[in-house]
Protein backbone atom coordinates (compact mmCIF):
# COMPACT_ATOMS: atom_id res chain seq x y z
CA UNK A 1 0.00 0.00 0.00
CA UNK A 2 1.25 3.58 -1.11
CA UNK A 3 1.99 6.37 1.42
CA UNK A 4 -1.18 8.69 2.01
CA UNK A 5 -0.51 12.64 1.25
CA UNK A 6 -0.30 13.46 5.22
CA UNK A 7 2.43 10.62 5.49
CA UNK A 8 4.37 12.20 2.17
CA UNK A 9 3.77 15.60 3.73
CA UNK A 10 5.60 14.79 6.75
CA UNK A 11 8.74 13.78 4.90
CA UNK A 12 11.67 16.20 5.00
CA UNK A 13 13.71 17.18 2.06
CA UNK A 14 16.88 15.49 1.09
CA UNK A 15 19.84 17.09 0.88
CA UNK A 16 22.85 15.84 -1.10
CA UNK A 17 25.62 15.26 0.90
CA UNK A 18 28.54 17.34 -0.57
CA UNK A 19 32.77 17.61 -0.15
CA UNK A 20 34.04 19.42 2.87
CA UNK A 21 34.05 23.04 1.94
CA UNK A 22 37.96 22.96 3.56
CA UNK A 23 38.81 20.10 0.98
CA UNK A 24 36.77 20.96 -1.87
CA UNK A 25 38.03 24.58 -2.17
CA UNK A 26 41.29 23.64 -3.40
CA UNK A 27 39.64 20.59 -6.08
CA UNK A 28 37.93 21.41 -9.34
CA UNK A 29 35.54 17.75 -8.69
CA UNK A 30 32.06 18.20 -8.76
CA UNK A 31 30.57 19.54 -5.17
CA UNK A 32 27.50 17.39 -4.52
CA UNK A 33 27.72 13.86 -4.63
CA UNK A 34 24.40 13.71 -6.16
CA UNK A 35 21.61 11.30 -4.36
CA UNK A 36 21.80 7.33 -3.37
CA UNK A 37 19.38 5.17 -5.26
CA UNK A 38 17.55 4.72 -1.30
CA UNK A 39 17.65 8.76 -1.06
CA UNK A 40 16.32 9.12 -4.39
CA UNK A 41 13.30 6.89 -3.34
CA UNK A 42 12.73 8.17 -0.82
CA UNK A 43 12.60 11.69 -2.15
CA UNK A 44 10.33 11.07 -4.71
CA UNK A 45 7.58 9.53 -2.21
CA UNK A 46 7.56 13.59 -0.85
CA UNK A 47 5.51 13.92 -4.24
CA UNK A 48 1.80 14.57 -3.80
CA UNK A 49 1.50 13.76 -7.98
CA UNK A 50 -1.15 16.84 -8.02
CA UNK A 51 -3.82 16.22 -10.79
CA UNK A 52 -3.28 20.10 -11.74
CA UNK A 53 0.69 19.44 -12.03
CA UNK A 54 1.52 23.15 -11.20
CA UNK A 55 5.51 21.46 -11.49
CA UNK A 56 5.09 20.76 -15.11
CA UNK A 57 3.81 24.34 -15.94
CA UNK A 58 6.78 25.94 -14.33
CA UNK A 59 9.51 23.85 -16.35
CA UNK A 60 10.26 25.93 -19.44
CA UNK A 61 10.32 22.76 -21.72
CA UNK A 62 7.60 20.80 -19.80
CA UNK A 63 9.23 18.04 -18.33
CA UNK A 64 6.60 15.31 -17.36
CA UNK A 65 7.60 16.01 -13.42
CA UNK A 66 4.93 13.97 -11.36
CA UNK A 67 5.62 10.60 -13.97
CA UNK A 68 9.24 10.88 -13.86
CA UNK A 69 9.40 10.70 -10.43
CA UNK A 70 6.82 8.25 -10.23
CA UNK A 71 9.24 5.70 -11.74
CA UNK A 72 11.77 6.66 -9.50
CA UNK A 73 9.45 5.60 -6.48
CA UNK A 74 9.28 2.36 -8.37
CA UNK A 75 13.04 2.10 -8.69
CA UNK A 76 12.61 2.27 -12.74
CA UNK A 77 15.57 4.96 -12.63
CA UNK A 78 16.63 4.58 -16.64
CA UNK A 79 12.43 4.47 -17.52
CA UNK A 80 12.70 7.78 -15.55
CA UNK A 81 15.55 9.35 -17.38
CA UNK A 82 14.14 8.56 -20.85
CA UNK A 83 10.74 10.04 -20.04
CA UNK A 84 12.27 13.48 -19.07
CA UNK A 85 14.35 12.91 -22.46
CA UNK A 86 11.15 13.26 -24.65
CA UNK A 87 10.69 16.71 -23.73
CA UNK A 88 14.88 17.32 -22.31
CA UNK A 89 17.75 16.21 -24.35
CA UNK A 90 19.90 17.57 -21.39
CA UNK A 91 18.61 15.92 -18.06
CA UNK A 92 22.31 15.87 -16.21
CA UNK A 93 22.93 18.98 -17.20
CA UNK A 94 19.39 20.31 -16.09
CA UNK A 95 19.76 18.50 -12.96
CA UNK A 96 22.75 20.47 -12.02
CA UNK A 97 22.74 24.35 -13.09
CA UNK A 98 19.09 24.72 -13.74
CA UNK A 99 17.34 27.51 -11.03
CA UNK A 100 14.82 25.13 -10.42
CA UNK A 101 14.19 26.80 -6.49
CA UNK A 102 12.39 29.34 -8.87
CA UNK A 103 10.83 27.36 -11.59
CA UNK A 104 9.27 24.00 -10.83
CA UNK A 105 9.75 23.87 -7.44
CA UNK A 106 8.62 27.44 -6.96
CA UNK A 107 5.33 25.86 -7.31
CA UNK A 108 5.67 22.37 -5.63
CA UNK A 109 2.61 22.20 -3.05
CA UNK A 110 5.19 20.75 -0.79
CA UNK A 111 6.95 23.92 -0.48
CA UNK A 112 3.72 26.24 -0.04
CA UNK A 113 4.10 26.81 3.34
CA UNK A 114 8.48 26.28 3.35
CA UNK A 115 10.02 26.76 0.02
CA UNK A 116 12.64 24.83 1.14
CA UNK A 117 10.68 21.76 1.49
CA UNK A 118 9.84 21.77 -2.27
CA UNK A 119 10.12 18.25 -3.94
CA UNK A 120 13.58 18.23 -4.88
CA UNK A 121 13.27 18.00 -8.51
CA UNK A 122 16.39 19.15 -9.70
CA UNK A 123 18.21 16.45 -7.40
CA UNK A 124 15.60 13.52 -8.95
CA UNK A 125 16.25 14.53 -12.59
CA UNK A 126 20.48 14.46 -12.12
CA UNK A 127 19.96 11.34 -10.34
CA UNK A 128 17.77 10.05 -13.06
CA UNK A 129 20.12 11.01 -15.50
CA UNK A 130 23.29 9.99 -13.99
CA UNK A 131 22.05 6.66 -13.13
CA UNK A 132 20.94 6.03 -16.87
CA UNK A 133 24.81 7.41 -18.49
CA UNK A 134 26.19 4.88 -15.45
CA UNK A 135 24.79 1.63 -15.94
CA UNK A 136 23.01 1.37 -18.98
CA UNK A 137 23.92 2.01 -22.96
CA UNK A 138 22.18 5.49 -23.80
CA UNK A 139 19.56 4.53 -25.62
CA UNK A 140 18.63 7.08 -29.22
CA UNK A 141 14.79 8.15 -29.27
CA UNK A 142 12.91 7.11 -32.16
CA UNK A 143 13.19 9.04 -35.59
CA UNK A 144 11.30 9.73 -38.41
CA UNK A 145 12.56 8.30 -41.89
CA UNK A 146 14.24 11.70 -43.40
CA UNK A 147 12.18 14.02 -44.86
CA UNK A 148 14.72 15.77 -47.25
CA UNK A 149 14.85 18.97 -45.86
CA UNK A 150 18.19 20.87 -44.48
CA UNK A 151 18.47 22.55 -41.10
CA UNK A 152 21.82 24.58 -40.00
CA UNK A 153 22.13 25.15 -36.25
CA UNK A 154 24.40 28.02 -35.35
CA UNK A 155 26.08 27.17 -31.54
CA UNK A 156 26.06 24.06 -29.94
CA UNK A 157 24.62 25.74 -26.57
CA UNK A 158 21.32 24.98 -24.58
CA UNK A 159 18.95 26.25 -27.22
CA UNK A 160 20.89 25.05 -30.37
CA UNK A 161 21.41 21.31 -28.61
CA UNK A 162 17.45 21.61 -28.16
CA UNK A 163 16.68 22.36 -31.74
CA UNK A 164 18.89 19.64 -32.84
CA UNK A 165 17.37 16.84 -30.26
CA UNK A 166 13.84 18.13 -31.56
CA UNK A 167 14.34 18.16 -35.19
CA UNK A 168 16.49 15.46 -35.53
CA UNK A 169 13.31 13.03 -34.06
CA UNK A 170 11.13 14.45 -37.29
CA UNK A 171 13.34 13.44 -39.81
CA UNK A 172 15.41 16.25 -40.87
CA UNK A 173 19.07 16.32 -41.65
CA UNK A 174 20.71 18.83 -38.42
CA UNK A 175 23.90 20.60 -39.02
CA UNK A 176 25.83 22.14 -36.28
CA UNK A 177 28.29 24.73 -36.74
CA UNK A 178 30.32 25.16 -33.80
CA UNK A 179 32.70 28.24 -33.33
CA UNK A 180 34.73 26.21 -30.93
CA UNK A 181 36.90 22.58 -30.88
CA UNK A 182 34.47 21.66 -28.02
CA UNK A 183 30.65 21.81 -27.84
CA UNK A 184 28.35 22.64 -25.06
CA UNK A 185 28.66 26.35 -25.64
CA UNK A 186 28.42 28.32 -22.42
CA UNK A 187 27.67 24.49 -20.33
CA UNK A 188 31.21 24.04 -21.17
CA UNK A 189 33.49 27.28 -21.75
CA UNK A 190 31.12 29.37 -19.17
CA UNK A 191 30.51 26.52 -16.09
CA UNK A 192 32.93 25.07 -13.83
CA UNK A 193 33.69 20.96 -13.69
CA UNK A 194 32.81 21.58 -10.22
CA UNK A 195 29.82 22.55 -11.18
CA UNK A 196 29.09 20.85 -13.92
CA UNK A 197 31.51 18.14 -15.27
CA UNK A 198 32.42 18.39 -18.97
CA UNK A 199 31.92 14.24 -18.85
CA UNK A 200 28.15 15.14 -18.32
CA UNK A 201 27.96 17.21 -21.07
CA UNK A 202 30.26 15.19 -23.68
CA UNK A 203 27.85 12.18 -22.88
CA UNK A 204 24.79 14.27 -23.44
CA UNK A 205 26.15 15.62 -26.84
CA UNK A 206 27.36 12.02 -28.14
CA UNK A 207 23.85 11.07 -27.56
CA UNK A 208 22.21 13.83 -30.10
CA UNK A 209 25.15 12.75 -32.00
CA UNK A 210 24.44 8.90 -31.79
CA UNK A 211 20.86 9.97 -33.67
CA UNK A 212 22.28 11.75 -36.43
CA UNK A 213 23.33 15.19 -35.38
CA UNK A 214 25.96 16.33 -37.54
CA UNK A 215 28.39 18.93 -35.55
CA UNK A 216 31.30 21.11 -37.34
CA UNK A 217 33.83 22.26 -34.83
CA UNK A 218 36.26 25.36 -35.30
CA UNK A 219 33.14 26.71 -37.77
CA UNK A 220 32.28 30.82 -37.17
CA UNK A 221 29.69 31.44 -38.92
CA UNK A 222 29.93 35.13 -40.21
CA UNK A 223 33.76 34.53 -41.53
CA UNK A 224 33.29 30.92 -42.70
CA UNK A 225 29.86 31.10 -44.11
CA UNK A 226 27.29 33.76 -43.71
CA UNK A 227 23.97 32.94 -42.73
CA UNK A 228 23.05 33.78 -46.48
CA UNK A 229 25.74 31.13 -47.54
CA UNK A 230 23.83 28.50 -45.30
CA UNK A 231 20.94 28.92 -47.91
CA UNK A 232 22.37 29.73 -51.31
CA UNK A 233 25.89 27.36 -51.30
CA UNK A 234 24.26 24.77 -48.63
CA UNK A 235 21.08 24.28 -49.25
CA UNK A 236 19.77 24.49 -45.66
CA UNK A 237 15.79 24.81 -45.76
CA UNK A 238 15.90 27.03 -42.61
CA UNK A 239 18.43 28.06 -40.04
CA UNK A 240 18.63 28.50 -36.26
CA UNK A 241 20.82 31.14 -34.67
CA UNK A 242 22.04 30.28 -31.18
CA UNK A 243 25.35 31.85 -30.23
CA UNK A 244 25.00 33.45 -26.64
CA UNK A 245 25.37 36.57 -26.15
CA UNK A 246 29.57 36.39 -25.08
CA UNK A 247 30.80 40.05 -25.63
CA UNK A 248 31.77 40.87 -22.20
CA UNK A 249 31.39 44.28 -20.89
CA UNK A 250 33.50 46.28 -18.53
CA UNK A 251 33.02 49.28 -16.30
CA UNK A 252 34.01 52.77 -17.42
CA UNK A 253 36.55 53.49 -14.89
CA UNK A 254 40.33 54.30 -14.42
CA UNK A 255 42.50 51.29 -14.77
CA UNK A 256 39.92 48.82 -16.79
CA UNK A 257 43.04 48.11 -19.03
CA UNK A 258 45.59 47.18 -16.73
CA UNK A 259 47.81 44.06 -16.52
CA UNK A 260 45.22 41.46 -14.92
CA UNK A 261 41.69 42.63 -15.49
CA UNK A 262 40.06 39.71 -17.21
CA UNK A 263 36.38 39.52 -18.32
CA UNK A 264 34.64 36.59 -16.55
CA UNK A 265 34.35 35.26 -19.91
CA UNK A 266 38.13 35.06 -20.67
CA UNK A 267 38.69 33.56 -17.34
CA UNK A 268 36.53 31.21 -17.53
CA UNK A 269 37.13 29.98 -20.65
CA UNK A 270 40.71 29.66 -20.11
CA UNK A 271 40.18 27.59 -16.88
CA UNK A 272 36.91 25.58 -18.19
CA UNK A 273 37.47 25.15 -21.76
CA UNK A 274 41.07 25.21 -22.68
CA UNK A 275 41.91 23.65 -19.03
CA UNK A 276 44.66 26.10 -17.85
CA UNK A 277 43.53 25.06 -14.12
CA UNK A 278 46.04 21.82 -15.18
CA UNK A 279 49.10 23.95 -16.97
CA UNK A 280 51.69 23.24 -17.91
CA UNK A 281 50.11 19.41 -18.77
CA UNK A 282 47.77 22.01 -20.77
CA UNK A 283 49.71 24.69 -22.64
CA UNK A 284 46.97 27.62 -21.33
CA UNK A 285 48.85 29.52 -18.77
CA UNK A 286 45.95 31.79 -16.55
CA UNK A 287 47.17 34.41 -14.16
CA UNK A 288 46.48 33.06 -10.33
CA UNK A 289 46.33 36.08 -8.33
CA UNK A 290 47.04 36.52 -4.67
CA UNK A 291 44.23 38.51 -4.13
CA UNK A 292 41.57 38.35 -6.53
CA UNK A 293 38.14 41.01 -6.69
CA UNK A 294 35.60 39.69 -9.09
CA UNK A 295 32.81 42.37 -9.61
CA UNK A 296 29.80 40.95 -10.04
CA UNK A 297 26.88 39.02 -8.23
CA UNK A 298 25.25 36.72 -10.57
CA UNK A 299 26.28 33.20 -11.37
CA UNK A 300 29.46 33.97 -13.47
CA UNK A 301 30.58 36.49 -10.37
CA UNK A 302 30.61 33.10 -7.96
CA UNK A 303 32.17 30.65 -10.76
CA UNK A 304 35.03 33.40 -11.45
CA UNK A 305 35.12 33.63 -7.86
CA UNK A 306 35.39 30.01 -7.07
CA UNK A 307 37.35 29.21 -9.73
CA UNK A 308 40.10 31.48 -8.48
CA UNK A 309 40.09 30.08 -4.58
CA UNK A 310 41.12 26.48 -6.56
CA UNK A 311 43.36 27.82 -8.66
CA UNK A 312 45.24 29.19 -5.76
CA UNK A 313 44.04 32.93 -4.91
CA UNK A 314 44.90 33.39 -0.89
CA UNK A 315 42.00 35.85 -0.35
CA UNK A 316 38.77 36.41 -2.91
CA UNK A 317 36.56 39.08 -2.91
CA UNK A 318 33.10 39.80 -4.61
CA UNK A 319 32.42 43.32 -4.79
CA UNK A 320 28.82 43.95 -5.79
CA UNK A 321 26.72 47.34 -5.23
CA UNK A 322 23.45 45.89 -4.89
CA UNK A 323 22.29 43.95 -1.53
CA UNK A 324 22.83 40.45 -0.47
CA UNK A 325 18.78 39.75 -1.45
CA UNK A 326 18.97 41.75 -4.49
CA UNK A 327 21.78 39.04 -6.05
CA UNK A 328 20.79 37.64 -9.31
CA UNK A 329 23.09 34.29 -8.19
CA UNK A 330 21.37 31.41 -6.98
CA UNK A 331 21.28 31.27 -3.07
CA UNK A 332 22.88 27.85 -3.43
CA UNK A 333 26.10 28.82 -5.51
CA UNK A 334 25.87 32.35 -2.62
CA UNK A 335 26.26 29.85 0.02
CA UNK A 336 29.10 27.82 -1.27
CA UNK A 337 31.00 30.51 -1.86
CA UNK A 338 30.76 31.74 1.56
CA UNK A 339 31.50 28.23 3.04
CA UNK A 340 34.30 28.26 0.58
CA UNK A 341 36.02 31.44 2.36
CA UNK A 342 34.99 33.93 -0.45
CA UNK A 343 34.41 37.63 0.73
CA UNK A 344 31.76 39.64 -0.20
CA UNK A 345 32.19 43.59 0.13
CA UNK A 346 28.33 44.40 -0.40
CA UNK A 347 26.94 47.44 -1.56
CA UNK A 348 29.77 48.58 -2.85
CA UNK A 349 31.09 49.67 -6.44
CA UNK A 350 34.90 50.11 -7.51
CA UNK A 351 35.57 53.64 -8.80
CA UNK A 352 39.74 53.24 -9.64
CA UNK A 353 41.57 50.23 -9.94
CA UNK A 354 45.84 50.98 -8.81
CA UNK A 355 48.74 50.05 -10.75
CA UNK A 356 52.04 49.53 -10.39
CA UNK A 357 54.99 51.51 -12.61
CA UNK A 358 54.96 47.78 -14.60
CA UNK A 359 50.96 48.41 -15.47
CA UNK A 360 49.81 45.11 -13.00
CA UNK A 361 46.70 45.69 -11.10
CA UNK A 362 47.76 46.51 -7.52
CA UNK A 363 44.55 47.63 -5.37
CA UNK A 364 40.76 48.41 -5.81
CA UNK A 365 39.24 51.87 -4.49
CA UNK A 366 35.17 51.48 -4.55
CA UNK A 367 32.36 53.64 -2.84
CA UNK A 368 29.70 52.30 -0.39
CA UNK A 369 25.93 52.39 -1.50
CA UNK A 370 22.60 52.43 -0.07
CA UNK A 371 19.37 51.45 -1.15
CA UNK A 372 17.09 53.57 -2.53
CA UNK A 373 13.86 53.66 -3.93
CA UNK A 374 12.83 50.79 -6.19
CA UNK A 375 13.92 51.32 -9.94
CA UNK A 376 12.64 49.40 -13.26
CA UNK A 377 13.08 46.21 -12.19
CA UNK A 378 11.26 46.33 -8.81
CA UNK A 379 14.47 46.27 -6.71
CA UNK A 380 16.08 49.42 -4.54
CA UNK A 381 18.20 51.39 -6.73
CA UNK A 382 21.90 51.43 -5.06
CA UNK A 383 22.55 55.08 -3.98
CA UNK A 384 26.55 56.04 -3.50
CA UNK A 385 27.15 57.60 -0.16
CA UNK A 386 28.99 60.34 -0.18
CA UNK A 387 32.69 60.49 0.77
CA UNK A 388 32.53 56.77 1.48
CA UNK A 389 35.21 55.37 -0.44
CA UNK A 390 37.51 52.66 0.70
CA UNK A 391 40.50 50.49 -0.44
CA UNK A 392 42.18 47.06 -0.44
CA UNK A 393 44.79 45.24 -2.41
CA UNK A 394 44.08 43.12 -4.92
CA UNK A 395 46.55 41.70 -7.74
CA UNK A 396 43.75 40.56 -10.46
CA UNK A 397 40.13 41.67 -11.23
CA UNK A 398 37.38 39.77 -13.12
CA UNK A 399 34.62 42.08 -14.38
CA UNK A 400 31.22 40.06 -14.18
CA UNK A 401 28.62 42.79 -14.96
CA UNK A 402 27.34 41.16 -17.98
CA UNK A 403 27.69 40.61 -21.52
CA UNK A 404 25.75 41.91 -24.65
CA UNK A 405 25.70 40.42 -28.19
CA UNK A 406 28.42 39.33 -30.70
CA UNK A 407 27.85 41.34 -33.56
CA UNK A 408 29.79 38.66 -36.32
CA UNK A 409 26.47 37.20 -36.92
CA UNK A 410 24.13 40.21 -37.15
CA UNK A 411 26.70 42.52 -39.10
CA UNK A 412 26.72 39.81 -41.98
CA UNK A 413 23.22 39.57 -42.03
CA UNK A 414 21.93 43.08 -43.04
CA UNK A 415 18.18 42.39 -43.22
CA UNK A 416 17.81 40.75 -40.16
CA UNK A 417 16.65 43.24 -37.35
CA UNK A 418 18.30 44.01 -34.15
CA UNK A 419 16.82 46.00 -31.01
CA UNK A 420 18.79 49.13 -30.41
CA UNK A 421 21.20 46.80 -28.00
CA UNK A 422 22.14 44.54 -31.01
CA UNK A 423 19.97 41.28 -29.96
CA UNK A 424 17.88 39.77 -32.51
CA UNK A 425 14.36 40.20 -32.52
CA UNK A 426 12.11 37.50 -33.08
CA UNK A 427 8.79 36.70 -32.13
CA UNK A 428 7.81 34.32 -29.24
CA UNK A 429 8.07 31.37 -31.64
CA UNK A 430 11.84 32.77 -32.57
CA UNK A 431 11.09 33.77 -36.31
CA UNK A 432 13.25 36.43 -36.95
CA UNK A 433 11.99 38.92 -39.74
CA UNK A 434 14.38 37.17 -42.36
CA UNK A 435 12.50 34.30 -43.97
CA UNK A 436 13.47 30.96 -42.72
CA UNK A 437 15.84 32.33 -40.22
CA UNK A 438 14.99 31.83 -36.12
CA UNK A 439 16.55 32.50 -33.38
CA UNK A 440 16.56 31.70 -29.63
CA UNK A 441 18.32 32.39 -26.09
CA UNK A 442 20.94 34.74 -25.11
CA UNK A 443 21.39 36.54 -28.79
CA UNK A 444 17.61 37.33 -28.66
CA UNK A 445 17.20 37.87 -24.70
CA UNK A 446 20.44 38.66 -22.96
CA UNK A 447 21.72 36.85 -20.38
CA UNK A 448 19.47 34.19 -19.08
CA UNK A 449 19.29 30.81 -17.59
CA UNK A 450 20.22 27.55 -19.61
CA UNK A 451 16.59 25.78 -19.13
CA UNK A 452 14.89 29.34 -20.40
CA UNK A 453 17.37 29.14 -23.56
CA UNK A 454 16.32 25.41 -23.88
CA UNK A 455 12.79 26.74 -23.71
CA UNK A 456 13.33 29.26 -26.34
CA UNK A 457 14.34 26.38 -28.65
CA UNK A 458 11.83 24.10 -27.89
CA UNK A 459 9.19 27.18 -29.13
CA UNK A 460 11.90 27.37 -32.38
CA UNK A 461 11.83 23.99 -33.09
CA UNK A 462 8.61 23.53 -33.46
CA UNK A 463 8.30 26.77 -35.85
CA UNK A 464 10.44 25.35 -37.86
CA UNK A 465 9.03 21.92 -38.47
CA UNK A 466 5.58 23.99 -38.69
CA UNK A 467 6.38 26.37 -41.29
CA UNK A 468 8.93 24.00 -43.28
CA UNK A 469 5.67 21.17 -43.20
CA UNK A 470 3.56 24.01 -44.60
CA UNK A 471 5.63 25.07 -47.55
CA UNK A 472 5.95 21.07 -48.48
CA UNK A 473 2.61 20.44 -47.66
CA UNK A 474 -1.03 22.61 -47.99
CA UNK A 475 -2.84 20.22 -45.93
CA UNK A 476 -0.62 20.23 -43.03
CA UNK A 477 -2.39 20.82 -39.37
CA UNK A 478 0.50 21.15 -36.57
CA UNK A 479 -0.13 18.87 -33.18
CA UNK A 480 2.14 21.17 -31.21
CA UNK A 481 4.32 17.70 -30.40
Request: charged content about 25%; proline content about 6%; overall charge neutral.
Amino acid sequence: MGLTAKERMAIERHSMAEQPAGFRNRNFEEVPYGYTPDEAVAEAQRCLSCKNRPCVSGCPVEVPIPEFIALVTEKRFTEAARLIKTKNVLPAVCGRVCPQETQCEAVCIQGKKDKTQAVAIGNLERFAADFERENNPMEAPEVQDKNGLKVAIIGSGPSGLTVAGDLIRFGYEVTIYEAFHRGGGVLVYGIPEFRLPKKVVETEIKALEDTGVTIHYNSVIGRLYTVDDLFKRLGFSAVFIGVGAGLPIFLDIPGMNLNGVFSANEYLTRSNLMKSYLFPQYKTPVIVGKGVAVIGGGNVAMDSARTAIRLGAEKVTIVYRRAREQMPARAAEVHHAEEEGIEFRLLSSPVEIFRNDQGWVTGMKCQRYELGEPDESGRRRPVPIENSFFEFDCDLVVVSIGGKANPLITRTTPDMEVNKWGYIVTDPWGRTSKRSVYAGGDIVTGAATVISSMGAGRRAAKAIHEDLTKENDETFTPDWW
